[in-house]
């Protein structure tokens, strides 16, 4: 079994669970659930580097991140240094979220916030906009078109936007729907976690261009961003490059003062 189908079948045995506990009007009555939303395809098409940082404190590709990592300091220090939105890994088993940690995150920015989860049911969906979310996050890979459009439709109900990840030109058939706003090609194969850059340069022609685009998993660099942005891409989703040191923030700032030098 792949990895990526390991972890559906572990949401799923999951939201059972959770679903046996806690109602859609138990959502409904959350904090955030009547909450405006903040477009972040709209940040990321005004932004003029369109960065997305991720607070996450592992991975099945890399088990140990940053461990210990504190979602108040990190999420202050993206937004101080310029961060155009951030995404919130809420997945405990297999990346050390939870939903806490967006929650958290939401009351100390009015950036727009990704959920990244293995979203499979409109019961997540609406759990993220009572949590405080702006876009969920869709994996291509693990969804039928159908359940892909099922999904948009009850985000764009609540106001959400979608963010469809994909890895191929058949993913991304499967997800150009008016319901979807930001398409991400994922330069990791979440088969074997192989990472290609030139995957976001190649799929860059085959994406309409109402829809936004990033690129995500692997950037490391300005020089990477620059050449992306030549392929039209508005927005760039980085975790690791910035987790993995003692201090995100300022490894956003180093990347921003050196964006904002050789930009053209």
Do not use: W
């Not at 909450?35 to 997305?52: H, M, V, Y």
């Not at 939401?106 to 609406?126: N, S």
């Not at 319901?179 to 991400?184: A, H, K, P, Q």
């Not at 994406?207 to 690129?215: D, L």
């Amino acid at each position: 079994m792949s990895i990526l189908k390991e972890i559906i079948e572990s949401k799923k045995n999951e939201l059972d669970l959770q679903k046996s506990k806690t109602s859609y009007f138990d959502l409904e009555k959350l904090r955030y659930f009547n909450r405006p939303t903040n477009s972040l395809k709209n940040n990321l098409t005004e932004d003029s580097f369109g960065i997305i940082t991720e607070f996450k404190r592992k991975s099945p590709s890399k088990p140990k991140i940053n461990l210990n990592a504190k979602v108040n300091p990190i999420v202050k220090s993206y937004a101080a240094a310029g961060s155009g939105g951030i995404s919130i890994l809420t997945n405990k088993k297999y990346f050390g979220g939870d939903i806490n940690d967006l929650i958290n995150a939401r009351e100390l920015t009015t950036l727009p916030i990704l959920r990244k989860e293995f979203i499979i049911d409109e019961f997540q969906v609406v759990e993220s906009k009572a949590i405080g979310a702006d876009a969920i996050l869709l994996i291509a890979a693990c969804l039928s078109k159908r359940s892909i459009e099922t999904l948009s439709k009850c985000a764009k109900r609540l106001g959400l936007d979608v963010l469809v990840e994909i890895h191929d030109k058949e993913e991304l058939n499967k997800c150009l729907l008016e319901t979807v706003d930001i398409i991400g090609v994922n330069n990791r194969n979440l088969n074997n976690f192989m990472v290609d850059i030139n995957l976001s340069k190649v799929l860059s022609k085959f994406i309409p261009k109402e829809f936004a685009k990033i690129s995500e998993s692997g950037i490391s660099n300005f020089e990477e961003i620059l050449q992306l942005k030549n392929y039209g891409y508005n927005g760039f989703l980085i975790g690791d490059k910035f987790m993995s040191k003692s201090n995100p923030g300022d490894e956003l700032s180093n990347m921003m003062l050196q964006l904002k030098k050789y930009a053209t």
